[in-house]
């Protein structure tokens, strides 16, 4: 299991912006200092209030809107359910990043959230996710090139 923690100003806030997103919680692991967000079947994301998140740092908090300390990036079942995601983001408050960004087998778009932390929805081809995209492997020349 994966359990990613990140600090937000106001957790109320931030629950609704997500849940707009299509994103549910854990209850279990959810109360007035944190929310267990569910990305996947083993992986979560606790959103922490800020006095929360300082009590599991042994570092000072970096502020989300002038510093990157990740990028988080979750997959959506089609193209054009990450243009929905997307779209929700920005009309629940969110800012773009970044427009789409096509690569064929895989699509993209980012936003940063209400604190400032940076999300990518992102759709990718089965085929490409199991086999690789041979299109954009390096070729034999590639890798005997010097680095």
Known sequence: MLFVNIPVAD????KAFFAKLGFSFNPNFTDETAA????????????????KFAEFAKLP?????THTLALYCFSVSSREEVDAVAEA????GGVEADGLEDYGFMCSRSFFDLDGHGWQVMWMDPAAA?????EFAP???DADAPA
């Not at 267990?36 to 006095?51: F, N, P, R, W, Y």
């Not at 983001?89 to 629940?92: H, K, Q, V, Y």
Request: aromatic share 0%; proline share 5%; hydrophobic share 45%.
């Open 11 to 14: 957790l109320q806030h931030s």
């Open 36 to 51: 267990c967000m569910l990305v996947g079947e083993q992986a979560s994301v606790m959103l922490l209030s800020h006095k």
């Open 61 to 65: 908090m970096a502020d989300p809107a």
């Open 89 to 92: 983001a920005l009309a629940a």
């Open 130 to 134: 199991q086999n690789g995209p041979e």
């Open 139 to 141: 070729s034999t020349q």
